[in-house]
């Protein structure tokens, strides 16, 4: 169970963010900020207290905090992410969990890695080598990891930008799942709820308390993820999508 989340409000720079959506066209503000505060409403539904940090002009996906750290029961990982102008982001978000944990822990250069794609599954976690994340950067999380008693291991990406961007595990051995990760054996031990190509931004959802968040305006995922018996929470996120983040890249949940 998670009874905290951290989320950034979005600045005005939010527009300049890195994408490769550019045909969904540019984020609306006052949209984003609309819907980061339905967001955050989702989330205390969900019995979590939710820590809002001030907004960061300098970086423009600074709202997008799962990517720079980490948490685990045990340490909070800062991360060391792959695009460039995403790394300032880390020391902003590292003032403010320094003093909340006992153990934290650093990747280092040549290290990169971006939290999106990371998967945590009970103990394990699934790290995708990606655009963002290299083998250096998995590896020191992976040592890291087993420092405090976690396992960790490789997932190699094709397509998508981070690993849940096309991912996210309900608990139970339930995971949503799509495009080039359905027939991947890694994943073969889970049940799976397929999304279909069409709906692929809604394989991005999160798991909080026995309540699944989801992306607004995916009916057949929606459909499936109410059959598994979880309560469905629709939360708006169109202005995130236009920069290539989905729900889980808006907070980070512990
Ligand atoms: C980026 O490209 O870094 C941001 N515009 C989106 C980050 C999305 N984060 C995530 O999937 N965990």
Redo the contacts with the bound molecule.
Sequence with gaps: MFSKAIVRTPGKSLID????SKHLGSPDYQKAITQHKAYIMALQSCGLEVHVLESCEDYP?ST?V??VALITPKCAIFTR?G?ES?RGEVEQIETVLRDQFDNVERVEAPGTI????IMMVDNHYYIGLSD?TNIQGAEQIIGILNKYGYTGSTVNLKEV??L??GLSYLENNLLVICGEFKNDPIFSRFDHIDIPEEESYAA?CIWVNDNVLIPTGYPLAKGKIISTGYNVIEVDVSEYKK????L??LSLRY
């Design positions: 963010g890195l994408t490769d996906d997008f799962e990517d992410p695009a995403r971006e939290a999106g794609d963002r930008l981070h849940k961007t991005n920069l290539d983040g989905g889980s890249c």
